[in-house]
């Protein structure tokens, strides 16, 4: 079993940048999808970006050019370098790893991101 936790939120002006980091009790070199989703108020959650430990990454349309996802499998650490922010990336963030075969998924409690002036 592996726990996640994030950190890193807080409020931010549009155009600033955040970086939030996820912290995994055990190791994630075994859990090959690591990766960000997020849930704003009256939406469904959905994908920020993920990366595989091959290094395959994918964002979002919607966050491409602005934000960088990375992972170090030996602090057993996740990042999510968010520049460029805007209102609309106003959400709850998440930090969530998909182990390959068994299917195993785990997910963090959430940090809160607030992009308003």
């Known amino acids: 079993q592996v726990q996640l936790v994030e950190s890193g939120g807080g409020l931010v002006q549009p155009g600033g940048s955040l970086r939030l980091s996820c912290a995994a009790s055990?190791?994630?070199?075994?859990?090959?999808?690591m990766g960000w989703f997020r849930q704003a108020p009256g939406k469904q959650r959905e994908l920020v970006a993920t990366?595989?430990?091959?290094?395959?990454?994918n964002y979002a349309d919607s966050v491409k050019g602005r934000f960088t996802i990375t992972r170090d499998n030996v602090k057993n650490m996740l990042y999510l370098q968010m520049n460029s922010l805007k209102p609309e990336d106003t959400a709850v963030y998440y930090c969530n790893g998909v182990r390959r075969y068994t299917g195993d998924t785990y997910w963090g409690q959430g940090t809160q991101v607030t992009v308003s002036s």
């Open positions: 990366i595989k430990s091959p290094g395959i990454i």
């Open positions: 055990g190791s994630i070199a075994s859990i090959y999808t």
